[in-house]
């Protein structure tokens, strides 16, 4: 039996028969036996859990990281006044420090699915400012520097009512079914920990703590962006950034990733 088709009737059992705690459950038991060595909180640090030596290098880079021009940046405009003189920690509670844990989140009023980066942009909007470009270079400084305010903060994504169960699905089928040549599970899950590009897999649980992140220390890629690079390279049509669907497939993605501890930004090759 083909690996998608497999995925695929996998997904449909346990949509039938499992809730989001079970799902994680069910992968996180997974991935210990297939990677025995690997302790659970490592796993925010993906392949480089896989590689010592690649760790090593990862540890010395982090020391001295190549986008803190960046991060330093993103710091100066997450604290520039608006026009009426507030800064954007004003629509957080505790200044933003420790509250991108808890996102994204499903908003029974809006009906939808609300990222950091939709919290960004209505906090601007409530403060009389143009929203940001959802993929551009401020919008990343900006949800780059913020979210380092609550490095250590454990995921907490809920999961909780209809609205939010159906979104937080949506997105896992997003996650499971083929997309032009594999699906995103074909590689995080059904092939974790094996080598492809003399690069090993990384496992999902995890993936989503550490976003944005930098490429070769100055490339700027937020989660989406790298789900747009993924779909590219399975020969599939990327979705858009800020649409429904991406934004439930990171609802999926972050709520696998409970009870991980954040580490925003990061170098990443």
Same mark, same amino acid.
């Given at each position: 039996m083909k690996k998608a088709l497999l995925a695929a009737i996998l997904f449909s059992?346990?949509?039938?028969?499992?809730?989001p705690v079970e799902d994680r459950a069910s992968l996180l038991d997974q991935y210990r036996q297939a990677l025995p060595k690997i302790r659970f909180e490592d796993y925010v640090l993906g392949t480089f859990s896989m590689d010592a030596a690649a760790k090593s290098q990862y540890d010395d880079i982090m020391s001295f990281p190549p986008?803190?021009?960046? %991060?330093? $940046?993103?710091?100066? %405009?997450? $604290?520039?006044?608006?026009?009426n003189g507030k800064t954007y920690s004003s629509c957080f509670d505790n200044g933003g420090k420790g509250i991108a844990a808890n996102y994204p989140y499903y908003d029974e009023k809006l009906h939808r699915v609300v990222t950091f980066e939709n919290a960004i942009d209505a906090c601007r909007e409530a403060n009389g400012e143009k929203a940001l470009s959802y993929g551009g270079r401020e919008m990343g400084l900006v949800t780059s520097y913020a979210k380092s305010l609550s490095d250590g903060a454990k995921v907490d994504v809920k999961v909780e009512g209809k609205g939010a169960l159906s979104a937080y699905l949506d997105g896992k089928r997003y996650y499971y079914e083929k997309h032009g040549k594999y699906a995103c599970s074909s590689c995080h899950v059904d092939n974790v920990g094996k080598t492809i590009n003399d690069e090993k897999i990384s496992m999902l649980i995890g993936q989503a703590s550490h976003y944005p992140e930098f490429i070769d220390g100055t490339e700027l890629t937020t989660l989406q962006g790298r789900i747009r690079q993924c779909a590219r390279n399975m020969g599939a049509k990327p979705p858009e950034l800020n649409s429904r669907?991406?934004?439930?497939?990171?609802?999926f993605m972050t709520y696998m990733s409970n009870g991980l501890p954040m580490q925003t930004p990061v170098f990443r090759k």
């Open positions: 059992v346990s949509a039938a028969h499992a809730g986008f803190s021009v960046d %991060l330093d $940046e993103g710091k100066k %405009l997450w $604290e520039k006044p608006f026009g669907e991406s934004n439930d497939l990171e609802y």
